[in-house]
């Protein structure tokens, strides 16, 4: 769909389009938790997984903007068939869709979990952030699903650690809430997994600016193309 065209025609005013992760990535890199910081990759996990990439403080988009898609790079050759076409897909087995999908089957499948009653909606009211809460409190079936979960996205994550040698992971997205719970797993992994020296290298941790970090981002990548150019200060 040709955006950028139907916007400046609705609204007569330039308009720049941005994938919404890379858009998050600038504005954890300039504004959040990556400041200071020159590599920087970053995954948001919400209801999917996308990526955005910080290299040599400049974000990077690729040919065609598309790059940083890390929802789609493939954990599981045999896994679940995704929406992109692919199969085994890091968003089919981290995303917060994935948690509630998971926790869901193993309870139609007769598993016990305090889920149920904790929905106050029977098995249609879990979420990924009920199952996180299940999780906290014990609850036996939500702490393996999560732990499913952040392994994948650690694979994940060891992956990209070793392509892009960041100095820093960070984390967004509904899922990043859950912190520890999501991100200790994938610490330990890229500790046990990455190419040594990279792993030494890089600090994970979740965005500081939440669901605010692609707004941020879109306004100084929105400064920067007007401008002609990136600008660091910004
Ligand atoms: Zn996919």
Known sequence: MPLKTILEEKFKVNTYIINDASAAALGEHRR????????????????????????????????????????????????PRCGCGNTGCLEMLASGTAVARDA?????????????SLSGNGIDGITAELVGEAARRGDALASEVLARAAYYLGIGMVNVVNIFNPEMVVVGGGMAGLGDLLLAPGRRMVAERAFPVSSRA???????????????????????????????ST
Not at 58 to 64: E, S
Not at 104 to 116: M, P
């Open 202 to 232: 890089v600090r994970i941790v979740t965005a500081a600016l939440g669901n605010e970090a692609g707004v941020y981002g879109a306004a100084v990548f929105t400064r920067e193309q007007i401008k002609g150019g990136q600008d660091e």
């Open 104 to 116: 869901i089957k193993r309870i139609e499948e007769g598993e016990k979990s305090s889920l149920v």
């Open 32 to 79: 959040g938790s990556g400041r200071g910081v020159n590599h920087l990759v970053l995954f948001t996990v919400g209801t999917g997984i996308g990526g955005g990439i910080i290299a040599d403080g400049r974000l990077y988009l690729g040919a065609v903007g598309a790059a940083g898609e890390f929802g789609h790079m493939t954990v599981d050759a045999d896994g």
